[in-house]
């Protein structure tokens, strides 16, 4: 961890993504912690980043959930520039992970005067993400969840989504390489998170607080896919000593893989949203690729 020296508020580059899901929220912490502010689209979000790059400002802070801090990253990832964030998502999976604050006053101060760490990030094909990329079921359940959420809100579509993809589970070919190793899979699901993640109920798929770090590979295969699915999921709750030996079951934590399809392209859930990839799909894992401001270590607030 480096420290940083206090920004000037009004020098800061504070963006904040209009159609995030407390915008107002965030945009009066923002005010109130003396932020000159600007609200955007999502469609203009990386145009008016880029210019702010070319315009030289070493510290960008960007309200909104973890795709608008996606964006941002892509564009700071493996540069000097500072990348500061108010979290404005539903889930704020990538501000949790990293110790910053949901409370949105709380996390606008430490924009300005927190300490600058190494923060890690995914790629599959060039693509950043944050937290987690998926292929199969996940699919599945982002699309239904998406179509209801509006509707029923986003818990309950959760809910409904995942009766959903239990029940129109389907398998695929999928080919693994991994260090010039192959490995051919009948899949119904694979996960990969940014960092080692947790293999138990309720908080699998979670990222391991100090865990290993890497891309964490898991793949569910079988010939039944929803009851193998079932099966897989009962063997990861007791836990990696059991999982390993579930023959439906298997994983991998490694810096880069290459995922090879029977079809030329396919959709990848990647932080919650779906994108649209031709294949082969390249992952790779990059080491402290962002400068990430966090809060201070406890003791020295």
């Not at 709380?106 to 937290?131: E, H, R, S, T």
């Amino acid at each position: 961890m480096t420290a940083a020296q206090p920004v000037q508020r009004s020098a800061l580059k504070a963006f904040l993504n209009a159609a995030c899901g407390n915008a107002e929220a965030a945009r009066e912490a923002l005010n109130t912690a003396g932020f000159d502010l600007e609200s955007i689209q999502p469609r203009e979000l990386e145009k008016r980043l880029k210019r702010a790059i070319d315009q030289g400002t070493n510290r960008i802070l960007v309200a909104g959930g973890d795709g608008t801090i996606a964006t941002a990253a892509a564009l700071v990832a493996n540069t000097n520039i500072e990348l500061a964030i108010l979290p404005g998502g539903t889930l704020n999976h990538f501000a949790r992970d990293h110790g910053i604050p949901t409370d949105l006053g709380k996390a606008a101060l430490i924009a300005a005067d927190g300490p600058v760490v190494g923060a890690d990030i995914g790629y599959v094909n060039d693509c950043v993400f944050l937290n987690t990329s998926s292929l199969g079921a996940y699919v599945t359940f982002v699309r239904e969840r998406e179509r209801l959420e509006k509707r029923f809100g986003y818990s309950i579509a959760s809910i409904i989504a995942f009766a959903k993809m239990m029940s129109e589970i389907r398998t695929f070919s999928v080919t693994l390489e991994v260090e010039g190793t192959k490995k051919t899979y009948r899949a119904s699901l694979v996960f990969i998170g940014v960092g080692e993640r947790e293999l138990k109920l309720p908080i699998l798929g979670n990222r391991v607080p100090n865990g290993r770090r890497g891309l964490h590979v898991m793949i569910v295969q079988g010939r039944k896919p929803a009851r193998l699915f079932a099966l897989a999921i009962a063997g990861i709750t007791k836990g990696r000593e059991q999982a390993d030996k579930d023959p439906e079951f298997d994983e991998f934590l490694v810096d880069s893989c290459r995922i090879d399809l029977t079809r030329p392209t396919a959709t990848v859930g990647l932080d919650g949203e779906l994108k649209r990839f031709r294949t082969p799909l390249d992952y790779r894992f990059e080491r402290d690729a962002l400068r990430l401001v966090v809060a201070p270590p406890e003791g020295d607030e």
